[in-house]
């Protein structure tokens, strides 16, 4: 406290006095004052700052933020604002907006201000994602109206300028870790169009544009396949309405790739003159061929005749536009198609709503495109202002067209099918003979199938019962191996133990055969002996032959050979016996083959039909070659294969019930089978009546030329 010394006279008290008491009077204004300042200064303050959003750690992954309407907007009609100019306005000159933003007009440039800050624990990193991808200028602003940086984007720049390698415009934003940031962002478009503003993280931008990638290549990916399909029809039925919708498809993908933003990120990023010539020029196309198209689905001509004429007079125009946009620039193409589709799209729809309700014979054709002409619809709304919430509006159209292209290929696919059934009707009165043997062929193919289904049945029943048995006789497989191993040791033993005691005995008899007057009574019995032992032999011969095909690593000795000569060898002139009749062809018929062993399949295939056919009937060899392979057929005149016979005749040791009075061991074809399949032939029971005899064909590969 300042101390103050005692005066003596009064006039110097009075002054002090009255110096103090004014200020007491002046404080309560002075505090008024201040609190009104402090109160203008933090109005303004708060009229200058936006609401700033906090971004949360789990938003933007697997959806957009929800920025609501956090947005504020400023249009500028004249475009005269620049970036320091709209970044110095204050709040109250913008107008709150959400996304998505349907105030883009090609006369006016649209200002968005933006305020982000990071909650406790959220990324650093996050991203500012602008779409449709058609839109000419995307300028983001950040800073302060003295010192702020600006990065530039658009479809009328080369993809080159963009930060992020993505079909839209995206922006990398590092938000501080206090405080929130003031975003500007300047968009401009050279039509209607209404723009989404999404916020995310860098994964859920990745996850985002991956589904965008999936999503586009099916999409795409239908449109190609229906358009091969009905260039298909069209070749083959010489249908146009096939033809018009797969020109319109092919015209239609082509400009929704373009103006999806892919055309310039993967086909022209450095031209975006010419992707926007483009993009006029397959959109024109595309409502050109759309119009003929619904002028022959729809059969205008004769359900809307004035309509036919009108839409007749815009698939002209529309095809000029096209013509003419690749070579003009200064051609307002876009501008025309434009007033020219406003015309299109409502009479198209009246025609769809009416052939919907009137018209049954197109009334499904009607409902195949009214998802297109729906999901455009909206998107012309939304470009021009209508307030219609619905996000992400540039896909519209595409699950429109996804939509409509599964039904309406149902339809021509049915279409098709009713003209070539059209066209087979045609046909009737010339094929009426062949009709009814098809009938009755037909009928006889059902009855064999119902013989064969209940085959099947019965085989599924024994395969039902075997697979119960698996499990019991798995643990008897290693033992049955290693009896059949022990089998196969012994059989070869005792058949080589056999050949020197059957030669002996063979030889007795061919002596005392020899020896023997014609008429002595010992004679039959020699010639008995000697076919016992050429049977015997013939048993021992198949089990060598058996045995060595089922050892490791056995190999065909092969050379190739004139099979009429070995044919002629054995059987020519009645050499094994008179009964045999031969046919050769008079063209040689090589064969890489096992001279020893297509020998004994051959004698097995001879030897069953002389034991199985009367004494007195002959049996036939036959030898045709052709289409690269030789035939051997062996038939005779016995009794034949029984029917139940056949699917087990190849089986090894199974006997006929028929033939268990003869002899026999059972394994003759089915060691054919295995000697003719490691000669790569086969070998085949030929279809016959009971009673009328046997047919067996072996069938091999001829020689190639090398070989030969």
Not at 622 to 642: K, N, P
């Amino acid at each position: 406290m300042q101390h103050i010394p005692f005066v003596e006279s009064n006039r110097p008290m009075r002054a002090l006095v009255t110096k103090i008491d004014w200020r007491r009077r002046s404080l309560p204004w002075f505090f008024f004052a201040l609190c009104g300042w402090l109160a203008a200064t933090t109005s303004h303050a708060q009229d200058e700052r936006c609401e700033p959003y906090s971004l949360h750690a789990d938003e933007g992954l697997e959806r957009p933020a929800d920025i609501g309407r956090r947005l504020l907007m400023l249009v500028d009609p004249g475009r005269q604002l620049e970036a320091k100019d709209v970044m110095a306005l204050p709040s109250s000159a913008f107008t709150p907006v959400s996304s998505p933003i349907s105030a883009l007009t090609p006369d006016s440039t649209v200002w968005l201000r933006l305020c982000l800050q990071r909650a406790p624990q959220s990324p650093e990193h996050w991203i500012l994602a602008v779409l449709p991808p058609y839109l000419s200028v995307v300028e983001l602003a950040r800073g302060t109206p003295a010192q702020h940086t600006v990065a530039t984007q658009g479809a009328a720049l080369p993809f080159s300028a963009r930060e992020l390698p993505y079909r839209g415009f995206a922006f990398s934003i590092d938000l501080p870790a206090e405080g929130s940031e003031m975003l500007h962002l300047r968009m401009e478009s050279d039509w209607p169009a209404a723009a989404d503003i999404l916020v995310l993280q860098p994964g859920g931008m990745s996850r985002m544009i991956s589904m965008e990638y999936l999503m586009y290549g099916l999409y795409l990916g239908m449109m190609l396949l229906a358009v091969v399909i009905n260039i298909m029809f069209w070749t083959h039925l010489r249908d146009p309405v096939h033809l018009r919708y797969g020109l319109a498809l092919a015209c239609t993908a082509a400009f929704s790739l373009l103006v999806g933003g892919y055309g310039a990120q993967f086909l022209l990023p450095d031209s975006p003159g010419l992707i926007l010539l483009l993009s006029n020029t397959t959109y024109a196309a595309a409502a050109a061929m759309f119009s003929l198209f619904m002028i022959s689905a729809f059969r205008m001509r004769l359900y809307y005749r004035h309509l036919y004429r009108i839409l007749c007079w815009l698939a002209a125009a529309f095809g000029l536009i096209a013509l003419l946009t690749p070579f003009s620039r200064h051609f307002p193409s876009a501008e025309i198609a434009d007033a020219l589709a406003l015309v299109l799209l409502p009479l198209l729809t009246f025609v769809s709503l009416h052939a919907l309700f009137r018209h049954r014979s197109v009334r499904l054709y009607a409902i195949a495109l009214l998802p297109l002409q729906l999901g455009v619809a909206i998107t012309i709304l939304r470009n021009t202002g209508l307030p219609i919430p619905i996000p992400l509006a540039d896909h519209l159209p595409n699950i429109g067209a996804f939509i409509h292209l599964v039904l309406l290929n149902l339809l021509l696919a049915r279409r098709a099918w009713r003209a070539q059934r059209g066209r087979m009707r045609a046909q009737d009165s010339a094929l009426r003979t062949a009709r009814r043997a098809e009938t009755e062929l037909e009928e006889r193919v059902q009855a064999r199938t119902r013989e064969l289904n209940l085959s099947n049945a019965r085989l599924q029943r024994e395969i039902t019962e075997r697979m119960a048995t698996e499990g019991r006789l798995s643990m008897a497989l290693k033992s049955e191996r290693d009896a059949q191993q022990m089998q196969r040791q012994f059989l070869s033993m005792i058949s080589h133990e056999f050949r020197t005691p059957l030669a002996v005995i063979d030889a007795a008899a061919q002596g005392m055969a020899d020896t023997l007057p014609a008429d002595d009574e010992n004679a039959p019995r020699a010639a008995r002996i000697r076919r016992s032992v050429v049977r015997m032999i013939d048993v021992l011969e198949n089990c060598l032959t058996e045995e060595r095909l089922a050892s490791a690593g056995a190999r065909l000795q092969r050379t190739t050979e004139d099979l009429r000569t070995a044919l002629w060898t054995r059987y020519g002139s009645g050499r094994s016996t008179p009964r045999i009749h031969l046919q050769l062809p008079a063209e040689p018929v090589p064969v890489h083959h096992d001279p020893q062993l297509l020998g004994i399949a051959v004698a097995n295939l001879v030897d069953n039909a002389l034991k199985y056919s009367p004494a007195t009937e002959p049996v036939t060899v036959s030898l045709e070659s052709g289409d690269g392979h030789a035939w051997i057929t062996v038939s005779d005149r016995g009794d034949g294969v029984a029917e139940e016979d056949r699917p087990r005749i190849f089986e090894k040791y199974y006997r006929s019930p028929s033939a268990l009075g003869r002899p026999g061991a059972g394994i003759g074809l089915h060691l054919c089978r295995e000697l003719i399949r490691q000669h790569g032939g086969e070998i085949r029971l030929l279809p016959g009546e009971p009673g009328q005899g046997a047919r067996f064909r072996l069938e091999l590969p001829l020689a190639d030329p090398e070989h030969h």
